[in-house]
């Protein structure tokens, strides 16, 4: 009673699966430590999350203390049939007064549930969010001493149990206040609030307990807004995902097991805006040559597949952000590529819906993958393959053998690392994605991606 939460962090949440109408289910006993006495002001408190929907309803919570003589009294939280959460009093088997929420609350999202009885036990209420939802009075049921506090389960011996998740379970001996209700909900969701990618990625990492010296992250270019309970909402995978595709960024486990964040800018920064390896077919060899690929491995791709000539970027409960190139729509057809849940402001999605506007909009003649035999070229090739990491740039070139047109030369990032090793032989392939041509922003002090478009002219 009191204390402010039985998990004080996040990614301690408990999971229950009860998802039956007959038989026994799980449940956290608490016995009569939390227990209520008399018509006495309290407050029950949790983050709750379901997706669970059946025609009986479901229970999350309650207290009970069972008279042979006169039946059951307690408390108990209930998600109805309809969706909604019902917070009721009960007296020898009899429900009293009672309460619920507005809206359905069985939508997979993490909610913040906080339900009051104050005033000498005369009135009830419940908010969802931070946001009263309903609240009721009459007469005070008085709770006798002794009784059990569960959740997940009904207290009172009805099914079925549920199929959810509860995190920041708290009970207070006060009928907490609406300024209180909403300062604990803004301080729940304040320590994901406004963040950077790199910094949501931290604390997303740092709530599994994942080791510091085993994460390597950018701090990030865009604000994260929306999603603040993403960490009792998804996995963490998922969770590092969405942050990641939020910034444009790219998300991987490297060769030391790390978890590794670059963000949009990255790419376009030392070292990795330089090619750290040449393969070409010129047959120079070594240090500043053109190390060999197996001419047949090479694949280049020239079509219209991956044209996207429109992209509607949503950002978390906002509207979508919509960018169009009509040139390209006159020429290949509209292709809309869409994007949502993506946790930014409008502004930010804006500015991607562009970004992969520019970057689709128009065929791209690209190398998909190549590969080669690293005892071809020791000196060079044994680093590259054992040493590169993801997101390398490498520069490959393919010559026509007629001689007739010029050498194709693309730099390519590379997005996958495959080794194939037999008795006699060693072949590495790496799965390649092309750079893209400019970025749409600046980064000051870098000689390359500082310039105004070539012009010269230094940020």
Same mark, same amino acid.
């Given at each position: 009673?009191?204390?402010?939460?039985?998990?004080?962090?996040?990614?301690?949440?408990?999971?229950?699966?009860? #998802?039956?109408?007959?038989?026994?289910?799980?449940?956290?006993?608490?016995?009569?430590?939390?227990?209520?006495?008399?018509?006495?002001?309290?407050?029950?408190?949790?983050?709750?999350?379901?997706?669970?929907?059946?025609?009986?309803?479901?229970?999350?919570?309650?207290?009970?203390?069972?008279?042979?003589?006169?039946?059951?009294?307690?408390?108990?939280?209930?998600?109805?049939?309809?969706?909604?959460?019902?917070?009721?009093?009960?007296?020898? #088997?009899?429900?009293?007064?009672?309460?619920?929420?507005?809206?359905?609350?069985?939508?997979?999202?993490?909610?913040?549930?906080?339900?009051?009885?104050?005033?000498?036990?005369?009135?009830?209420?419940?908010?969802?969010?931070?946001?009263?939802?309903?609240?009721?009075?009459?007469?005070?049921?008085?709770?006798?001493?002794?009784?059990?506090?569960?959740?997940?389960?009904?207290?009172?011996?009805?099914?079925?149990?549920?199929?959810?998740?509860?995190?920041?379970?708290?009970?207070?001996?006060?009928?907490?206040?609406?300024?209180?209700?909403?300062?604990?909900?803004?301080?729940?969701?304040?320590?994901?609030?406004?963040?950077?990618?790199?910094?949501?990625?931290?604390?997303?990492?740092?709530?599994?307990?994942?080791?510091?010296?085993?994460?390597?992250?950018?701090?990030?270019?865009?604000?994260?807004?929306?999603?603040? #309970?993403?960490?009792?909402?998804?996995?963490?995978?998922?969770?590092?995902?969405?942050?990641?595709?939020?910034?444009?960024?790219?998300?991987?486990?490297?060769?030391?097991?790390?978890?590794?964040?670059?963000?949009?800018?990255?790419?376009?920064?030392?070292?990795?805006?330089?090619?750290?390896?040449?393969?070409?077919?010129?047959?120079?060899?070594?240090?500043?040559?053109?190390?060999?690929?197996?001419?047949?491995?090479?694949?280049?791709?020239?079509?219209?597949?991956?044209?996207?000539?429109?992209?509607?970027?949503?950002?978390?409960?906002?509207?979508?952000?919509?960018?169009?190139?009509?040139?390209?729509?006159?020429?290949?057809?509209?292709?809309?590529?869409?994007?949502?849940?993506?946790?930014?402001?409008?502004?930010?999605?804006?500015?991607?819906?562009?970004?992969?506007?520019?970057?689709?909009?128009?065929?791209?003649?690209?190398?998909?993958?190549?590969?080669?035999?690293?005892?071809?070229?020791?000196?060079?090739?044994?680093?590259?393959?054992?040493?590169?990491?993801?997101?390398?740039?490498?520069?490959?070139?393919?010559?026509?053998?007629?001689?007739?047109?010029?050498?194709?030369?693309?730099?390519?990032?590379?997005?996958?690392?495959?080794?194939?090793?037999?008795?006699?032989?060693?072949?590495?392939?790496?799965?390649?994605?092309?750079?893209?041509?400019?970025?749409?922003?600046?980064?000051?002090?870098?000689?390359?991606?500082?310039?105004?478009?070539?012009?010269?002219?230094?940020?």
């Amino acid at each position: 009673m009191g204390r402010p939460s039985l998990w004080t962090r996040r990614g301690t949440a408990v999971s229950f699966n009860n #998802n039956n109408l007959t038989g026994p289910a799980s449940a956290i006993d608490f016995g009569a430590q939390l227990n209520i006495a008399g018509t006495g002001d309290f407050t029950v408190e949790m983050w709750l999350q379901t997706s669970q929907q059946n025609k009986f309803g479901f229970y999350w919570a309650g207290q009970l203390f069972n008279d042979p003589a006169t039946g059951r009294t307690g408390w108990r939280l209930a998600t109805l049939s309809t969706g909604v959460l019902e917070f009721s009093m009960w007296s020898a #088997n009899t429900q009293g007064l009672t309460t619920s929420t507005a809206r359905a609350v069985s939508d997979g999202q993490p909610h913040h549930l906080v339900c009051t009885r104050s005033t000498t036990g005369t009135a009830l209420a419940i908010y969802l969010d931070g946001v009263l939802q309903g609240s009721s009075s009459g007469a005070a049921v008085s709770f006798l001493t002794g009784a059990d506090t569960q959740i997940g389960v009904d207290p009172f011996g009805g099914v079925p149990a549920l199929t959810g998740v509860i995190d920041e379970f708290a009970m207070y001996n006060v009928a907490l206040s609406q300024t209180q209700i909403t300062n604990h909900y803004n301080a729940a969701r304040a320590p994901l609030s406004g963040q950077t990618t790199g910094a949501r990625l931290t604390s997303i990492l740092s709530a599994i307990g994942w080791p510091t010296t085993l994460q390597v992250l950018d701090t990030g270019q865009v604000t994260v807004q929306g999603g603040t #309970n993403d960490l009792i909402a998804n996995s963490a995978l998922a969770n590092c995902q969405v942050t990641a595709d939020t910034e444009l960024g790219e998300l991987f486990v490297d060769a030391a097991g790390r978890v590794t964040f670059f963000d949009q800018t990255r790419k376009y920064r030392v070292p990795l805006n330089t090619a750290a390896v040449i393969l070409g077919d010129s047959g120079t060899t070594g240090p500043g040559g053109e190390s060999p690929y197996l001419l047949d491995s090479i694949d280049i791709a020239f079509d219209d597949l991956d044209i996207y000539n429109e992209a509607a970027v949503t950002p978390t409960a906002q509207g979508a952000q919509v960018v169009s190139d009509s040139a390209s729509q006159t020429s290949y057809g509209k292709r809309t590529l869409s994007k949502a849940g993506i946790h930014q402001n409008a502004g930010d999605a804006k500015t991607q819906a562009q970004v992969l506007v520019d970057k689709f909009k128009t065929p791209l003649q690209r190398i998909r993958q190549i590969s080669f035999t690293p005892m071809s070229d020791p000196e060079v090739l044994f680093p590259a393959a054992l040493g590169f990491e993801l997101l390398t740039r490498v520069t490959v070139k393919r010559r026509p053998k007629d001689g007739a047109a010029s050498t194709f030369t693309q730099d390519s990032l590379i997005e996958g690392i495959e080794h194939v090793i037999v008795p006699g032989g060693w072949t590495t392939t790496w799965r390649l994605s092309p750079t893209d041509a400019s970025p749409l922003f600046f980064i000051l002090d870098d000689p390359v991606a500082g310039l105004l478009h070539g012009t010269g002219v230094l940020v």
